[in-house]
């Protein structure tokens, strides 16, 4: 599926063709909501890093975030994240560890995106005490990470485009 997005102030847009465009997870993890806001969450698609087009790179910036876990010292994400510095948007994260994908935030889609059948709700080990997460039927609730891929996900509701 081809995918357009934008940042909130119009300074960056990009394209990317995705086979995993279902935002099916929401990550509740300190990261994700701090620096993604969307009711507490993040939500990454997945993409094809080799289509991925930008107007407006002078304006895009990244950081590493820090990763912080119960008994363990802090340590640096791999991860680019990367967002415009004119407005702040979270616009993708992209790993070297796995350089064939890109992560586009769905807040940063402007193509709508199909909903998914059901929705995992992880990270929620660190979910923040004023967030109301959903529950019940299509909801599936994980304390950290789920098992399954984005793209194993897809592959199991026959999703994959």
């Not at 997870?25 to 997945?46: A, D, E, P, V, W």
């Not at 820090?66 to 993708?92: A, D, M, N, T």
Request: glycine share 12%; hydrophobic share 30%.
């Amino acid at each position: 599926m081809h995918l357009d997005g934008s940042c909130q102030c119009g300074a960056v847009q990009f394209s990317l063709e995705s086979d995993s465009p279902y935002p099916y997870m929401h990550c509740h993890c300190s990261i994700c909501r701090k620096t993604g806001g969307s009711g507490g969450y993040g939500i990454n698609l997945g993409g094809d890093a080799h289509t991925l087009r930008v107007a407006g790179q002078q304006h895009v910036a990244h950081f590493h975030a820090v990763i912080r876990e119960p008994g363990q010292r802090p340590k640096r994400s791999k991860g680019y994240r990367h967002f415009c510095k004119l407005c702040g948007s979270p616009l993708w994260m992209w790993d070297p560890r796995w350089p064939d994908l890109v992560h586009p935030y769905a807040g940063a889609i402007d193509t709508p995106l199909p909903r998914p059948p059901d929705v995992v709700e992880a990270g929620l080990d660190y979910v923040a005490p004023w967030v109301d997460v959903p529950r019940g039927k299509g909801h599936r609730h994980v304390g950290t990470w789920p098992h399954e891929s984005l793209r194993e996900w897809h592959a199991r509701h026959d999703l994959l485009k």
